[in-house]
Protein backbone atom coordinates (compact mmCIF):
# COMPACT_ATOMS: atom_id res chain seq x y z
CA UNK A 1 0.00 0.00 0.00
CA UNK A 2 1.69 3.31 -1.25
CA UNK A 3 -0.17 5.32 1.45
CA UNK A 4 2.29 7.53 2.31
CA UNK A 5 1.27 11.11 1.85
CA UNK A 6 -1.73 12.22 3.98
CA UNK A 7 -4.58 12.54 2.23
CA UNK A 8 -5.64 16.55 1.78
CA UNK A 9 -8.68 17.33 0.73
CA UNK A 10 -10.38 21.24 -0.28
CA UNK A 11 -12.80 21.65 1.75
CA UNK A 12 -15.62 24.37 0.67
CA UNK A 13 -16.96 24.93 4.37
CA UNK A 14 -13.36 26.55 5.50
CA UNK A 15 -11.76 27.19 1.57
CA UNK A 16 -8.81 25.33 2.63
CA UNK A 17 -7.14 21.94 2.19
CA UNK A 18 -7.44 19.99 5.11
CA UNK A 19 -6.17 16.29 6.08
CA UNK A 20 -8.80 13.83 6.18
CA UNK A 21 -9.83 12.43 9.26
CA UNK A 22 -12.60 10.01 9.45
CA UNK A 23 -14.76 10.58 11.96
CA UNK A 24 -15.29 6.47 12.11
CA UNK A 25 -11.25 4.90 12.09
CA UNK A 26 -10.32 2.71 8.98
CA UNK A 27 -14.01 4.21 7.33
CA UNK A 28 -14.91 7.00 4.77
CA UNK A 29 -18.69 7.71 4.83
CA UNK A 30 -19.63 9.86 1.41
CA UNK A 31 -22.91 11.40 0.41
CA UNK A 32 -23.10 12.65 -3.47
CA UNK A 33 -26.17 14.45 -4.45
CA UNK A 34 -27.34 12.43 -7.40
CA UNK A 35 -29.43 13.45 -10.69
CA UNK A 36 -32.92 14.50 -10.70
CA UNK A 37 -34.49 12.03 -12.95
CA UNK A 38 -36.55 14.33 -15.13
CA UNK A 39 -34.82 14.38 -18.20
CA UNK A 40 -31.49 12.58 -19.30
CA UNK A 41 -28.32 13.90 -17.60
CA UNK A 42 -25.25 15.85 -19.80
CA UNK A 43 -21.92 15.31 -20.00
CA UNK A 44 -21.26 18.42 -17.28
CA UNK A 45 -23.98 16.23 -14.96
CA UNK A 46 -21.84 13.12 -15.05
CA UNK A 47 -18.05 15.31 -14.89
CA UNK A 48 -19.84 15.63 -11.06
CA UNK A 49 -20.10 11.59 -10.68
CA UNK A 50 -16.66 11.57 -12.31
CA UNK A 51 -15.21 13.32 -9.27
CA UNK A 52 -17.28 11.79 -7.04
CA UNK A 53 -15.96 8.50 -8.18
CA UNK A 54 -12.25 9.38 -8.40
CA UNK A 55 -13.12 10.40 -4.89
CA UNK A 56 -14.43 7.44 -3.77
CA UNK A 57 -11.40 5.45 -5.10
CA UNK A 58 -8.64 7.69 -3.56
CA UNK A 59 -10.28 7.05 -0.33
CA UNK A 60 -10.64 3.32 -1.30
CA UNK A 61 -6.83 3.08 -2.19
CA UNK A 62 -5.55 5.02 0.56
CA UNK A 63 -7.32 2.10 2.62
CA UNK A 64 -10.47 3.26 3.85
CA UNK A 65 -13.83 1.16 4.11
CA UNK A 66 -15.90 3.09 1.71
CA UNK A 67 -19.74 3.57 2.14
CA UNK A 68 -20.65 6.02 -0.32
CA UNK A 69 -24.29 6.37 -1.43
CA UNK A 70 -25.80 8.75 -4.37
CA UNK A 71 -29.51 9.60 -4.03
CA UNK A 72 -31.52 9.64 -7.17
CA UNK A 73 -34.11 12.79 -6.86
CA UNK A 74 -37.41 11.42 -8.09
CA UNK A 75 -39.89 13.86 -5.96
CA UNK A 76 -39.49 17.26 -4.75
CA UNK A 77 -36.93 19.36 -6.93
CA UNK A 78 -38.98 22.45 -7.83
CA UNK A 79 -38.42 24.14 -12.03
CA UNK A 80 -36.66 27.06 -10.23
CA UNK A 81 -34.13 26.18 -7.07
CA UNK A 82 -36.00 29.38 -5.22
CA UNK A 83 -39.44 27.86 -3.97
CA UNK A 84 -42.02 28.60 -6.45
CA UNK A 85 -42.59 26.78 -9.97
CA UNK A 86 -43.42 22.81 -11.14
CA UNK A 87 -42.19 20.32 -9.70
CA UNK A 88 -39.60 19.04 -12.04
CA UNK A 89 -41.28 15.19 -12.51
CA UNK A 90 -44.52 16.16 -12.56
CA UNK A 91 -43.98 18.72 -15.59
CA UNK A 92 -41.94 16.38 -17.50
CA UNK A 93 -44.86 13.58 -16.78
CA UNK A 94 -47.24 16.05 -18.07
CA UNK A 95 -45.37 17.21 -21.17
CA UNK A 96 -44.15 13.21 -22.23
CA UNK A 97 -48.16 11.96 -20.95
CA UNK A 98 -46.53 9.09 -18.97
CA UNK A 99 -46.57 8.57 -15.27
CA UNK A 100 -43.96 10.91 -12.91
CA UNK A 101 -43.29 6.92 -11.98
CA UNK A 102 -42.41 6.04 -15.67
CA UNK A 103 -40.51 8.83 -15.88
CA UNK A 104 -38.72 8.59 -12.39
CA UNK A 105 -38.07 5.08 -13.24
CA UNK A 106 -36.80 5.33 -17.59
CA UNK A 107 -34.15 8.51 -17.06
CA UNK A 108 -32.66 6.58 -13.52
CA UNK A 109 -31.95 3.26 -15.81
CA UNK A 110 -30.69 5.82 -18.62
CA UNK A 111 -28.26 7.39 -16.00
CA UNK A 112 -27.49 4.07 -14.41
CA UNK A 113 -26.17 2.95 -18.07
CA UNK A 114 -24.09 6.06 -18.14
CA UNK A 115 -22.79 5.67 -14.27
CA UNK A 116 -21.35 1.81 -16.00
CA UNK A 117 -19.84 3.63 -19.17
CA UNK A 118 -17.50 5.95 -17.65
CA UNK A 119 -16.51 2.72 -15.35
CA UNK A 120 -17.98 4.78 -12.18
CA UNK A 121 -18.32 2.23 -9.53
CA UNK A 122 -21.24 1.37 -7.72
CA UNK A 123 -21.83 3.32 -4.93
CA UNK A 124 -22.56 1.19 -1.17
CA UNK A 125 -26.48 2.48 -1.85
CA UNK A 126 -28.05 4.20 -4.65
CA UNK A 127 -30.68 6.00 -2.16
CA UNK A 128 -34.24 6.96 -3.60
CA UNK A 129 -36.55 9.64 -2.42
CA UNK A 130 -39.34 8.51 -2.95
CA UNK A 131 -38.37 5.15 -0.40
CA UNK A 132 -37.40 7.71 2.28
CA UNK A 133 -40.80 10.00 2.72
CA UNK A 134 -41.85 8.98 5.90
CA UNK A 135 -38.46 9.64 7.57
CA UNK A 136 -38.22 12.83 5.78
CA UNK A 137 -41.83 13.41 7.85
CA UNK A 138 -40.61 12.47 10.93
CA UNK A 139 -37.21 14.79 10.49
CA UNK A 140 -39.36 17.76 9.95
CA UNK A 141 -41.80 17.10 12.78
CA UNK A 142 -38.40 17.09 15.19
CA UNK A 143 -37.65 20.53 14.11
CA UNK A 144 -40.62 21.73 13.19
CA UNK A 145 -41.92 24.08 16.63
CA UNK A 146 -38.10 25.91 16.95
CA UNK A 147 -37.56 26.03 13.27
CA UNK A 148 -40.01 26.10 11.12
CA UNK A 149 -43.77 27.89 10.42
CA UNK A 150 -46.04 27.49 8.17
CA UNK A 151 -47.81 29.04 5.00
CA UNK A 152 -50.99 28.58 3.03
CA UNK A 153 -48.17 26.52 0.72
CA UNK A 154 -46.56 24.93 2.78
CA UNK A 155 -44.11 24.17 5.81
CA UNK A 156 -41.23 26.50 5.48
CA UNK A 157 -37.38 25.99 7.13
CA UNK A 158 -36.81 29.97 8.87
CA UNK A 159 -32.79 30.59 8.32
CA UNK A 160 -32.55 33.16 11.19
CA UNK A 161 -33.01 30.18 13.29
CA UNK A 162 -29.56 29.18 12.83
CA UNK A 163 -25.87 30.51 13.13
CA UNK A 164 -24.29 31.56 10.03
CA UNK A 165 -26.84 30.62 7.73
CA UNK A 166 -25.22 30.26 4.60
CA UNK A 167 -22.00 30.61 5.30
CA UNK A 168 -20.64 28.09 2.97
CA UNK A 169 -21.86 29.60 -0.01
CA UNK A 170 -19.82 32.16 -1.86
CA UNK A 171 -22.55 35.19 -2.49
CA UNK A 172 -24.40 37.09 0.31
CA UNK A 173 -27.16 34.82 1.27
CA UNK A 174 -29.67 36.55 0.02
CA UNK A 175 -27.78 37.23 -3.59
CA UNK A 176 -27.21 33.72 -4.23
CA UNK A 177 -28.20 32.49 -7.92
CA UNK A 178 -32.23 31.35 -8.07
CA UNK A 179 -33.05 33.12 -4.87
CA UNK A 180 -35.17 36.00 -7.33
CA UNK A 181 -38.83 34.17 -6.42
CA UNK A 182 -40.27 34.98 -3.74
CA UNK A 183 -43.30 33.32 -1.79
CA UNK A 184 -45.59 35.45 0.06
CA UNK A 185 -45.33 35.42 3.63
CA UNK A 186 -41.49 34.19 3.70
CA UNK A 187 -40.07 35.85 6.98
CA UNK A 188 -36.78 36.07 4.91
CA UNK A 189 -35.94 35.59 1.33
CA UNK A 190 -33.74 32.49 1.89
CA UNK A 191 -36.17 30.66 4.15
CA UNK A 192 -37.07 27.42 1.97
CA UNK A 193 -39.58 24.84 2.07
CA UNK A 194 -39.58 21.53 4.15
CA UNK A 195 -43.03 20.34 2.52
CA UNK A 196 -44.83 21.45 -0.11
CA UNK A 197 -48.88 21.19 0.84
CA UNK A 198 -51.06 19.76 -2.88
CA UNK A 199 -52.69 22.96 -3.83
CA UNK A 200 -56.26 22.91 -2.95
CA UNK A 201 -58.75 21.48 -5.81
CA UNK A 202 -55.40 19.34 -6.99
CA UNK A 203 -53.71 16.16 -7.19
CA UNK A 204 -50.11 15.45 -7.70
CA UNK A 205 -49.28 12.15 -8.88
CA UNK A 206 -46.52 11.89 -6.04
CA UNK A 207 -48.06 13.47 -2.63
CA UNK A 208 -48.38 11.87 0.90
CA UNK A 209 -50.35 12.69 4.33
CA UNK A 210 -48.47 14.67 6.56
CA UNK A 211 -49.24 16.63 9.38
CA UNK A 212 -49.22 20.16 7.38
CA UNK A 213 -51.50 18.45 5.05
CA UNK A 214 -51.29 16.40 1.82
CA UNK A 215 -48.47 16.89 -0.28
CA UNK A 216 -44.40 16.56 -1.15
CA UNK A 217 -41.40 17.39 0.59
CA UNK A 218 -38.85 19.84 -0.30
CA UNK A 219 -35.57 18.51 -2.42
CA UNK A 220 -33.05 19.75 0.46
CA UNK A 221 -35.00 17.83 3.27
CA UNK A 222 -34.48 14.81 0.77
CA UNK A 223 -30.81 14.81 1.05
CA UNK A 224 -30.11 15.93 4.45
CA UNK A 225 -32.45 12.77 5.74
CA UNK A 226 -30.94 10.20 3.43
CA UNK A 227 -27.29 10.93 4.28
CA UNK A 228 -28.41 10.92 7.98
CA UNK A 229 -30.42 7.71 7.50
CA UNK A 230 -27.74 6.03 5.54
CA UNK A 231 -24.56 7.52 6.82
CA UNK A 232 -25.48 8.91 10.43
CA UNK A 233 -24.62 12.46 11.51
CA UNK A 234 -21.43 13.87 11.44
CA UNK A 235 -20.38 11.72 8.21
CA UNK A 236 -17.22 12.64 6.29
CA UNK A 237 -17.70 14.14 2.95
CA UNK A 238 -20.88 15.60 1.06
CA UNK A 239 -20.34 16.06 -2.73
CA UNK A 240 -21.78 17.66 -5.23
CA UNK A 241 -21.61 20.60 -8.17
CA UNK A 242 -20.45 24.05 -7.38
CA UNK A 243 -23.38 25.71 -8.04
CA UNK A 244 -25.02 23.30 -4.88
CA UNK A 245 -22.66 25.39 -2.75
CA UNK A 246 -24.65 28.51 -3.40
CA UNK A 247 -27.85 26.98 -2.09
CA UNK A 248 -29.11 23.53 -2.01
CA UNK A 249 -26.29 22.41 0.22
CA UNK A 250 -26.45 25.92 2.49
CA UNK A 251 -30.21 24.68 3.16
CA UNK A 252 -29.45 21.31 4.28
CA UNK A 253 -26.81 22.32 6.47
CA UNK A 254 -29.51 24.95 8.21
CA UNK A 255 -31.73 21.13 8.88
CA UNK A 256 -28.90 19.52 9.63
CA UNK A 257 -27.92 22.20 12.40
CA UNK A 258 -31.75 22.42 13.49
CA UNK A 259 -31.63 18.62 13.44
CA UNK A 260 -28.65 17.61 15.41
CA UNK A 261 -29.39 20.98 18.26
CA UNK A 262 -25.75 22.09 17.90
CA UNK A 263 -25.43 25.64 18.22
CA UNK A 264 -22.53 27.53 15.70
CA UNK A 265 -20.99 26.26 12.31
CA UNK A 266 -17.45 25.85 14.28
CA UNK A 267 -18.67 22.64 15.82
CA UNK A 268 -18.09 20.86 12.40
CA UNK A 269 -20.46 17.91 13.91
CA UNK A 270 -23.78 19.64 13.49
CA UNK A 271 -23.35 20.93 9.52
CA UNK A 272 -24.27 17.32 9.27
CA UNK A 273 -21.13 16.60 7.08
CA UNK A 274 -17.24 17.48 8.03
CA UNK A 275 -16.38 18.73 4.51
CA UNK A 276 -18.30 19.77 1.74
CA UNK A 277 -16.53 19.27 -1.34
CA UNK A 278 -17.43 20.34 -4.64
CA UNK A 279 -16.35 20.18 -8.56
CA UNK A 280 -16.40 22.71 -11.04
CA UNK A 281 -18.59 23.31 -14.28
CA UNK A 282 -18.22 21.69 -17.57
CA UNK A 283 -18.41 24.59 -20.50
CA UNK A 284 -18.93 25.20 -23.84
CA UNK A 285 -18.34 28.11 -25.73
CA UNK A 286 -21.42 29.52 -24.61
CA UNK A 287 -20.91 29.05 -20.78
CA UNK A 288 -22.35 26.42 -18.32
CA UNK A 289 -23.86 23.36 -19.82
CA UNK A 290 -27.71 22.82 -18.66
CA UNK A 291 -30.44 21.10 -19.76
CA UNK A 292 -32.52 23.76 -19.56
CA UNK A 293 -31.01 25.29 -23.61
CA UNK A 294 -33.35 22.41 -25.22
CA UNK A 295 -30.64 20.40 -27.14
CA UNK A 296 -27.82 19.28 -24.45
CA UNK A 297 -24.58 16.83 -25.06
CA UNK A 298 -25.17 13.65 -23.43
CA UNK A 299 -23.30 10.90 -23.59
CA UNK A 300 -24.80 9.35 -25.36
CA UNK A 301 -24.27 11.70 -28.48
CA UNK A 302 -19.77 11.69 -27.67
CA UNK A 303 -20.73 7.40 -28.68
CA UNK A 304 -22.59 7.96 -31.83
CA UNK A 305 -19.82 10.42 -32.84
CA UNK A 306 -17.18 7.69 -32.97
CA UNK A 307 -16.35 8.00 -29.22
CA UNK A 308 -15.80 5.50 -26.15
CA UNK A 309 -17.08 7.22 -23.21
CA UNK A 310 -13.52 6.82 -21.31
CA UNK A 311 -12.18 8.88 -23.33
CA UNK A 312 -14.63 11.45 -21.63
CA UNK A 313 -13.37 10.33 -18.42
CA UNK A 314 -9.88 10.61 -19.39
CA UNK A 315 -11.17 14.35 -20.76
CA UNK A 316 -12.38 14.83 -17.18
CA UNK A 317 -9.54 13.68 -15.27
CA UNK A 318 -6.75 15.90 -17.48
CA UNK A 319 -8.52 19.17 -15.45
CA UNK A 320 -8.57 19.54 -11.54
CA UNK A 321 -12.17 19.14 -10.49
CA UNK A 322 -12.38 22.32 -9.03
CA UNK A 323 -10.95 23.75 -12.43
CA UNK A 324 -13.86 24.86 -15.17
CA UNK A 325 -13.26 22.92 -18.08
CA UNK A 326 -14.29 23.73 -21.31
CA UNK A 327 -15.29 21.06 -23.76
CA UNK A 328 -14.99 20.30 -27.66
CA UNK A 329 -14.77 18.10 -29.70
CA UNK A 330 -11.10 18.66 -30.67
CA UNK A 331 -10.14 18.36 -26.94
CA UNK A 332 -12.05 15.05 -26.54
CA UNK A 333 -10.43 13.81 -29.67
CA UNK A 334 -7.36 14.34 -28.06
CA UNK A 335 -8.23 12.51 -25.53
CA UNK A 336 -9.39 9.49 -27.20
CA UNK A 337 -5.65 9.50 -28.98
CA UNK A 338 -4.40 9.50 -25.25
CA UNK A 339 -6.61 7.01 -24.35
CA UNK A 340 -5.55 4.41 -27.48
CA UNK A 341 -1.87 5.14 -26.82
CA UNK A 342 -2.04 4.13 -23.01
CA UNK A 343 -4.61 1.02 -24.12
CA UNK A 344 -2.50 0.13 -26.74
CA UNK A 345 0.94 0.17 -24.39
CA UNK A 346 -0.82 -1.55 -21.82
CA UNK A 347 -2.17 -4.15 -23.59
CA UNK A 348 1.13 -5.57 -24.81
CA UNK A 349 2.63 -5.21 -21.50
CA UNK A 350 -0.30 -7.63 -20.30
CA UNK A 351 0.59 -10.20 -22.95
CA UNK A 352 3.68 -10.19 -21.44
CA UNK A 353 3.18 -11.41 -18.37
CA UNK A 354 1.44 -11.16 -15.64
CA UNK A 355 1.04 -8.95 -12.21
CA UNK A 356 3.39 -9.14 -9.16
CA UNK A 357 2.13 -8.43 -5.50
CA UNK A 358 5.06 -6.53 -4.80
CA UNK A 359 6.93 -3.77 -6.37
CA UNK A 360 10.51 -3.63 -5.45
CA UNK A 361 11.51 -1.93 -8.97
CA UNK A 362 13.19 1.55 -7.17
CA UNK A 363 12.22 3.58 -10.62
CA UNK A 364 8.16 2.28 -10.06
CA UNK A 365 8.24 2.80 -6.42
CA UNK A 366 9.68 6.45 -7.53
CA UNK A 367 6.89 6.63 -9.70
CA UNK A 368 3.99 4.93 -7.46
CA UNK A 369 4.91 7.84 -4.36
CA UNK A 370 5.13 10.63 -6.50
CA UNK A 371 1.82 9.21 -7.86
CA UNK A 372 0.52 8.92 -4.31
CA UNK A 373 1.67 12.41 -3.68
CA UNK A 374 -0.55 14.13 -6.20
CA UNK A 375 -3.49 12.29 -6.05
CA UNK A 376 -3.20 12.77 -1.99
CA UNK A 377 -2.97 16.47 -2.90
CA UNK A 378 -6.68 17.58 -3.31
CA UNK A 379 -7.19 14.74 -6.15
CA UNK A 380 -4.34 15.91 -8.73
CA UNK A 381 -5.52 13.49 -11.43
CA UNK A 382 -3.61 15.69 -14.17
CA UNK A 383 -0.28 15.42 -12.25
CA UNK A 384 -0.93 11.41 -11.53
CA UNK A 385 -1.77 10.66 -15.52
CA UNK A 386 1.33 12.19 -16.36
CA UNK A 387 3.55 9.88 -13.57
CA UNK A 388 0.98 6.98 -15.54
CA UNK A 389 1.95 7.76 -18.88
CA UNK A 390 5.93 7.37 -17.37
CA UNK A 391 5.45 4.08 -16.04
CA UNK A 392 3.75 2.92 -19.16
CA UNK A 393 6.92 4.14 -20.73
CA UNK A 394 9.49 2.92 -18.69
CA UNK A 395 12.13 0.37 -20.48
CA UNK A 396 13.88 -2.66 -19.35
CA UNK A 397 11.97 -3.38 -16.05
CA UNK A 398 10.26 -6.20 -15.04
CA UNK A 399 6.82 -6.89 -16.72
CA UNK A 400 5.00 -8.06 -13.73
CA UNK A 401 6.25 -5.46 -11.19
CA UNK A 402 5.17 -2.78 -14.01
CA UNK A 403 2.07 -4.05 -14.77
CA UNK A 404 1.57 -3.97 -10.81
CA UNK A 405 2.17 -0.64 -10.55
CA UNK A 406 -0.02 0.50 -13.80
CA UNK A 407 -2.75 -1.46 -11.91
CA UNK A 408 -2.54 0.32 -8.86
CA UNK A 409 -2.48 3.84 -10.71
CA UNK A 410 -5.61 2.40 -12.77
CA UNK A 411 -7.42 1.54 -9.50
CA UNK A 412 -7.59 5.33 -8.82
CA UNK A 413 -8.18 6.44 -12.37
CA UNK A 414 -10.68 3.63 -13.30
CA UNK A 415 -9.91 4.15 -17.05
CA UNK A 416 -9.80 0.19 -17.22
CA UNK A 417 -6.90 -0.37 -18.72
CA UNK A 418 -6.06 -3.98 -17.47
CA UNK A 419 -9.16 -4.99 -19.18
CA UNK A 420 -9.67 -2.95 -22.25
CA UNK A 421 -7.99 -3.92 -25.77
CA UNK A 422 -7.51 -1.77 -28.79
CA UNK A 423 -10.65 -3.14 -30.63
CA UNK A 424 -12.99 -2.24 -27.82
CA UNK A 425 -12.07 1.80 -28.49
CA UNK A 426 -13.56 1.05 -32.08
CA UNK A 427 -16.54 2.74 -31.65
CA UNK A 428 -18.71 2.98 -34.29
CA UNK A 429 -20.28 5.68 -35.54
CA UNK A 430 -24.17 6.22 -35.84
CA UNK A 431 -23.92 7.13 -39.03
CA UNK A 432 -21.29 4.83 -40.14
CA UNK A 433 -22.93 2.62 -43.19
CA UNK A 434 -20.24 -0.40 -42.45
CA UNK A 435 -19.57 -3.03 -40.04
CA UNK A 436 -15.99 -3.89 -38.25
CA UNK A 437 -16.30 -7.24 -39.45
CA UNK A 438 -16.96 -6.34 -42.91
CA UNK A 439 -13.95 -3.56 -42.68
CA UNK A 440 -11.65 -5.85 -41.81
CA UNK A 441 -12.37 -8.65 -44.03
CA UNK A 442 -12.20 -6.01 -46.63
CA UNK A 443 -8.82 -5.21 -45.60
CA UNK A 444 -7.46 -9.23 -46.02
CA UNK A 445 -8.76 -8.78 -48.99
CA UNK A 446 -6.61 -5.85 -50.10
CA UNK A 447 -3.72 -6.94 -47.86
CA UNK A 448 -3.60 -10.31 -50.16
CA UNK A 449 -3.88 -7.88 -53.10
CA UNK A 450 -0.95 -5.71 -52.21
CA UNK A 451 1.10 -9.38 -51.22
CA UNK A 452 0.10 -10.29 -54.91
CA UNK A 453 1.44 -6.89 -56.21
CA UNK A 454 -2.69 -6.35 -57.74
CA UNK A 455 -2.84 -2.51 -56.44
CA UNK A 456 -4.78 -1.54 -58.92
CA UNK A 457 -7.57 -3.93 -56.70
CA UNK A 458 -5.64 -2.69 -53.69
CA UNK A 459 -6.87 1.10 -54.68
CA UNK A 460 -10.16 -0.19 -55.32
CA UNK A 461 -10.47 -1.36 -51.76
CA UNK A 462 -9.43 1.50 -50.39
CA UNK A 463 -11.10 4.02 -52.27
CA UNK A 464 -14.73 2.19 -51.77
CA UNK A 465 -13.42 1.98 -48.18
CA UNK A 466 -13.54 5.50 -48.48
CA UNK A 467 -16.95 6.52 -49.73
CA UNK A 468 -18.21 4.29 -46.57
CA UNK A 469 -16.19 7.12 -44.46
CA UNK A 470 -13.80 4.56 -43.42
CA UNK A 471 -9.89 6.23 -43.70
CA UNK A 472 -7.38 3.09 -44.49
CA UNK A 473 -3.82 4.32 -42.66
CA UNK A 474 -1.10 2.61 -43.93
CA UNK A 475 1.72 2.61 -41.27
CA UNK A 476 -0.17 4.53 -39.10
CA UNK A 477 2.60 4.53 -35.80
CA UNK A 478 -0.33 4.07 -33.37
CA UNK A 479 -1.14 0.57 -35.17
CA UNK A 480 -4.48 1.50 -35.82
CA UNK A 481 -5.24 0.08 -39.30
CA UNK A 482 -8.39 2.00 -40.19
CA UNK A 483 -10.66 4.94 -38.51
CA UNK A 484 -14.30 6.24 -39.07
CA UNK A 485 -14.27 9.32 -40.33
CA UNK A 486 -17.21 11.28 -39.46
P1 LIG B 1 -29.07 17.86 -11.41
O1 LIG B 1 -29.57 16.61 -12.10
O2 LIG B 1 -29.44 19.11 -12.14
O3 LIG B 1 -29.53 17.90 -9.96
O4 LIG B 1 -27.48 17.84 -11.40
C1 LIG B 1 -26.71 16.72 -11.06
C2 LIG B 1 -25.29 17.14 -10.68
O5 LIG B 1 -24.58 17.74 -11.77
C3 LIG B 1 -25.22 18.14 -9.54
O6 LIG B 1 -24.16 17.77 -8.66
C4 LIG B 1 -24.87 19.45 -10.25
O7 LIG B 1 -24.23 20.34 -9.38
C5 LIG B 1 -23.95 18.95 -11.34
N1 LIG B 1 -23.84 19.83 -12.52
C6 LIG B 1 -24.85 20.47 -13.17
N2 LIG B 1 -24.38 21.13 -14.26
C7 LIG B 1 -23.04 20.88 -14.33
C8 LIG B 1 -21.98 21.27 -15.23
N3 LIG B 1 -22.20 22.00 -16.32
N4 LIG B 1 -20.72 20.83 -14.97
C9 LIG B 1 -20.47 20.05 -13.88
N5 LIG B 1 -21.41 19.65 -12.99
C10 LIG B 1 -22.69 20.06 -13.20
ZN1 LIG C 1 -28.66 16.86 -2.60
Not at 177 to 192: L, M, P, T, Y
Request: proline letters at 3%; a negative charge.
Amino acid sequence: MTDAAPLKLFNSLTRQLEAFQPVHPGEARVYTCGPTVYNFQHIGNMRAYVFADTLGRTLSYKGYKLRHVINITDVGHLTSDADAGDDKMEKAAAQQGKSAWDIAKFYTDAYWADIERLNIRQPFQWSIATDYVPRMIDFAKSIADKHCYELPSGLYFDTSTVPDYGRLARAATEEGEGRIESVEGKRHQADFAIWRKTPEGETRQMEWDSPWGRGAPGWHLECSVMSEALLGLPFDIHTGGIDHREIHHPNEIAQNQAFSGCGSLTCSENSGARMWMHNNFLIDRGGKMSKSTGDFLRLQVLVDRGFHPLAYRLLCLQAHYRSELEFNFDNLAAAATRLKRLVMAVAQVRAQGSATSDVSDPRLQDLLARFDAAISDDLNTAVALTLLDDAVALKKVDIGQKLAALARMDAVLGLGLLTLDRADLRVRPANAQTTAAEIDAELARRKDARANKDFATSDAIRDALLAKGVEVMDGDPLGWDWKLDV
